[in-house]
């Protein structure tokens, strides 16, 4: 089990908005940023968001990121069918002293 | 262009030991912390171990911690991790993955390798 709570699924069709939640508590999503990655199948994980709404140049727009207290979301707008994946949320934990990761939630493009 | 290139994985018995390594290319790498992450495959991600540009600070997830060491040889341009006392829930691709800014551990990871797999049995 995760320390941080994401859904294993999320659904959307070309165009929509779409949004990812991700659920910790204070020794890690209180208390630290937050960071979003894309795992496209059969690739490497993609930094898509960090410090909660930060982009990495090359990262569009449409995807954003934000936080409130101890939850933290990340949203497409515009969304693509090339962008089926796997999204992970991640953040510091200062009771476990290590990186945490949510279980992951698979994007299905309909 | 930043390259990482994991080696080193394999088939290992239970209780054995394995050296990966990541050869790191197309940025300044004595800048920059460096982390594994694992991953079984179909599951999810779970951070290993990150160490610092200069090799001052190391952290460990605590599945790891006692059994697994990471170290960094910045003349080479490469990150290693040795992995004793191997279990069966240690298997899954590793990847190395560059921090995203320099001189600090962050723990935002940027470039990631393509990954070498690990299968624990006997």
């Known amino acids: 089990q995760s320390v941080l709570t994401q859904p294993p699924s999320a659904s959307g069709t070309p165009g929509q908005r779409v949004t990812i939640s991700c659920s910790g508590s204070?020794?890690?999503?209180?208390?630290?940023?937050v960071s979003w990655y894309q795992q496209l199948p059969g690739t490497a994980p993609k930094l898509l968001i960090y410090?909660?709404?930060q982009r990495p140049s090359g990262v569009p727009d449409r995807f954003s990121g934000s936080k409130s207290g101890t939850s933290a979301s990340l949203a497409i707008s515009g969304l693509r069918s090339e962008e089926e994946a796997d999204y992970y949320c991640?953040?510091?934990?200062?009771?476990?002293?290590?990186?945490?990761f949510g279980g992951g939630t698979k994007l299905t493009v309909l | 262009e930043v390259q990482l290139v994991e080696s080193g994985g394999g088939l290992v018995e239970p209780g054995r030991s394995l050296r990966l390594s990541c050869a790191a290319s197309?940025?300044?790498?004595?800048?920059?912390?460096m982390h594994w992450v694992r991953q079984v495959p179909g599951k999810g991600l779970e951070w290993v171990s990150g160490?610092?540009?200069?090799?001052?600070?190391?952290a460990y997830a605590a599945s790891v911690k006692g059994r697994f060491t990471i170290s960094r040889d910045n003349a080479k341009n490469s990150l290693f991790l040795q992995m004793n006392r191997l279990r069966a829930e240690d298997m899954g691709l590793y990847y190395c993955?560059?921090?995203?800014?320099?001189?600090?551990?962050?723990?935002?990871?940027?470039?990631w390798g393509q990954g070498a797999l690990v299968t624990v049995s006997s």
């Open positions: 197309g940025f300044t790498f004595d800048e920059y912390a």
């Open positions: 204070t020794s890690n999503i209180g208390n630290n940023f």
């Open positions: 410090r909660n709404d």
């Open positions: 160490i610092s540009w200069n090799s001052v600070n190391k």
């Open positions: 991640a953040a510091w934990d200062d009771s476990l002293s290590a990186w945490v």
């Open positions: 993955a560059k921090d995203i800014d320099v001189g600090y551990i962050y723990g935002y990871f940027d470039y």
